[in-house]
């Protein structure tokens, strides 16, 4: 009964890959984030979706591609992998864009060799 | 530049000390206030929120924080830490008009001694 699973949960790949991630959640909710946690702890928003429309962008490099099949899903892609991509990357979903608490998941531990 | 700012990075207590964790945001305007705590291993869980009415709110496993509109802070405090308590802890602020973008302060690691 996990709220948000990430899959996977570790990867290692070399720089210049191509690697997904995925997110589901079995919360009902409309809203659904992407967070980048770097080597010292600071976690940073990169995309939101609501209702698989796209509402918040941050300066992300053109390398990742978020793509929400339906609400319940939110997937990310990233191309041609680099050293600084190296970091452990969080899902989150919550009832709506506004107010609401967000429910994470238990993230994924990406490394670029 | 709109931000979170949690004033401790490390803090170490042994079992029993009282706790009181920083956090201050630089938005104007109506916000929204969230503690989250990221046990060692496991993912991001909420402690506890503020939305409106009474500034003193408490949270799980005996968590409380107050929010001081003047003072743009809103402090995490726990009268009695335990050893469980060892984990990081985030604040987190939503400006509640436009955007509603959830800003998180970098965290404060909290070790206790058993």
């Known amino acids: 009964d996990t709220a948000v699973s990430q899959t996977p949960k570790y990867l290692v790949t070399q720089m210049g890959n191509d690697k997904s991630i995925k997110c589901e959640q079995n919360?009902?909710?409309?809203?659904m984030y992407w967070y980048k946690q770097d080597s010292k702890k600071f976690l940073k928003i990169m995309f939101s979706?609501?209702?698989?429309?796209?509402?918040i962008n941050e300066t992300v490099p053109n390398r990742f591609s978020p793509k929400s099949p339906d609400k319940a899903h939110l997937n990310l892609h990233i191309n041609s992998l680099e050293l600084g991509d190296s970091a452990v990357y969080f899902c989150a979903s919550s009832q709506g864009p506004q107010t609401y608490e967000q429910y994470f998941g238990p993230g994924t531990r990406l490394t670029v060799t | 530049a709109q931000s979170v700012s949690q004033h401790n990075h490390h803090v170490i207590l042994s079992e029993a000390a009282s706790l009181e964790l920083g956090c201050n945001y630089s938005y104007g305007g109506t916000v929204n206030l969230f503690w989250y705590v990221q046990y060692p291993g496991q993912h991001l869980q909420l402690l506890l929120k503020?939305?409106?009415?009474?500034?003193l709110v408490k949270g799980i496993k005996g968590f409380e924080a107050e929010f001081i509109k003047s003072k743009f802070s809103f402090n995490l405090r726990k009268p009695s830490v335990q050893w469980s308590d060892t984990a990081e802890y985030f604040c987190a602020v939503t400006r509640n008009t436009g955007g509603f973008k959830t800003i998180f302060g970098a965290g404060t690691r909290l070790f206790v001694k058993a």
């Open positions: 503020y939305f409106s009415g009474d500034p």
């Open positions: 919360l009902g909710h409309d809203t």
């Open positions: 979706y609501n209702n698989k429309e796209l509402i």
